[in-house]
T-cell receptor, first 114, second 113 residues
């Protein structure tokens, strides 16, 4: 069985602070994808990143960075110098090749305080 | 054009009504999806169409009936819904494979009275 956990339900930080969102994906599969999506108040989910389970290199895109550690089943997402526009719900979502399904975690609601 | 357009944005219907949700994309994507999202919950997959054929049906009640008239359009026909069906219904598309990134519409907020 697979299980994705986003333990942080809600986080609030003051603008310009760094913030890390945690995601733990427990599975016996060796091959899978991990996605992060952002859902702003407007409702549509926006793709942020897809990472292959074989690739443990950290990735940086502007103020966003991702740290994947297969040994601890964690795929954490860090926003550097947060901005008010980063306020949203962030979902970690593993893709299982066995049943070809994308399953969303419970999400973390991030509020950036001006 | 990288948009997925959903109409209507809001819908209120009675339990005996018949209505349809519409979704359109012009990115040439060949996979389209319907998700249901209750308040403060993650999206849950309902249906997947791949190359205009229904490939995944997540045991959704028959009062929800999907239709994919062509590669750009996806409909969700609603009939005899229950109040617990009230939710945000999200449409998404991907280029062709279900393991690719999804492009989402902004959803239809449905209220069943």
């Amino acid at each position: 069985a697979q299980k994705v956990t986003q333990a942080q339900t809600e986080i609030s930080v003051v603008e310009k602070e760094d913030v890390t969102l945690d995601c733990v994906y427990e599975t016996r599969d060796t091959t899978y994808y991990l996605f992060w999506y952002k859902q702003p108040p407007s409702g549509e989910l926006v793709f942020l990143i897809r990472r292959n389970s074989f690739d443990e290199q950290n990735e940086i895109s502007g103020r966003y960075s991702w740290n994947f550690q297969k040994s601890t089943s964690s795929f954490n997402f860090t926003i550097t110098a947060s901005q008010v526009v980063d306020s949203a719900v962030y979902f970690c979502a593993p893709f299982n090749f066995g049943n070809e399904k994308l399953t969303f975690g419970t999400g973390t609601r991030l509020t950036i305080i001006p | 054009d990288t948009e997925v357009t959903q109409t209507p944005k809001h819908l209120v219907m009675g339990m005996t009504n018949k209505k349809s949700l519409k979704c359109e994309q012009h990115m040439g994507h060949r996979a389209m999806y319907w998700y249901k999202q209750k308040a403060k919950k993650p999206p849950e997959l309902m249906f997947v169409y791949s190359y205009e054929k229904l490939s995944i049906n997540e045991s959704v009640p028959s009062r929800f009936s999907p239709e994919c008239p062509n590669s750009s359009l996806l409909n969700l026909h609603l009939h005899a819904l229950q109040p617990e069906d009230s939710a945000l219904y999200l449409c998404a598309s991907s280029r062709g494979r279900v393991d690719e990134k999804l492009f989402f519409g902004s959803g239809t907020q449905l209220s069943v009275l």
